[in-house]
């Protein structure tokens, strides 16, 4: 009876390995971005507009997106076109962990800022100018909970495409969003501070501290 016992002790502990945690690579995780809207600078008539239409959607791991469209409107003449001069715009993305649950911290915001500018701005034209971001184009935020782990978000700009004139192509901001395990949330390195106390033992050593006592005992049982 002794060899089936240490089996199912050696199989439970291998169980318990295998499922505390999510692997960061594995980690399903959706996304919101909120929508906003930028007016023509040339004058107080609100004639001409950029539009940061919001995407949102679900990913697993690692992931490239784009978390906006653009579009511009305008109902001015070719004659008497608007433009836009380093008119400031604000980008908010929601992060959510879908694995999370119980104790933690499921979602989190992260936000990018940056300046737009337009010439010749009219109903059938435009002519943009590349963006200008104002501070980091990175942000990261650790999300998870206590019984499927905390990870931690990044999320890095990757691109600008400013949109057409009216009508025309849209643009789009895309980003990089990379995962990566936080083992100690309530490090302040680690970008974090909602996860458990770093001395407390979590649930899942104290069993396999349980489970290992009655392989030691039978191995020395064993070799008498």
């Known amino acids: 009876m002794r060899k089936p016992l240490v089996s199912l002790c050696a199989a439970a502990l291998a169980a318990l390995v295998l499922t505390t945690g999510v692997r960061a ?3 399903p995780w959706g996304y919101s971005a909120t ?5 023509n600078s040339n004058s107080p008539l ?3 507009s950029v539009q940061f239409k919001g995407s949102s959607s679900v990913a697993t791991g690692d992931s490239g997106i784009i978390i906006y469209n653009l579009f511009t409107t305008s109902t001015q003449d070719l004659a008497s076109p608007d433009s836009f001069s380093s008119v400031p715009f604000h980008l908010g993305i929601t992060l959510t962990d879908i694995k999370a649950g119980g ?3 499921p979602t989190g915001t992260v936000g990018f800022d940056g300046l737009f500018s337009a010439t010749n701005v009219s ?8 963006a200008t971001w104002v501070g980091n184009t990175s942000a990261e935020v650790v999300l998870g909970s206590t019984d499927s782990g905390f990870r931690k978000y990044t999320v890095q700009i990757a691109s600008f495409t400013p949109p057409g004139q ?14 990566t395990d936080a083992s100690n949330p309530g490090d302040p390195g680690n ?18 501290a349980g489970l290992g ?4 005992v039978l191995a020395r049982r064993r070799l008498k």
């Open 166 to 179: 009216p009508g025309g192509d849209p643009g789009s901001v895309q980003a990089i969003v990379r995962i």
């Open 25 to 27: 690579d594995t980690v």
């Open 191 to 208: 970008g974090g501070g909602n996860g458990p106390p770093p001395d407390s033992p979590e649930p899942a050593s104290l069993l396999l």
């Open 35 to 39: 929508s906003t809207e930028i007016w």
């Open 46 to 48: 609100q004639s001409s």
């Open 123 to 130: 109903k059938s034209s435009s002519l943009p100018d590349i």
């Open 103 to 105: 104790l933690g911290t």
């Open 213 to 216: 006592l009655p392989i030691v």
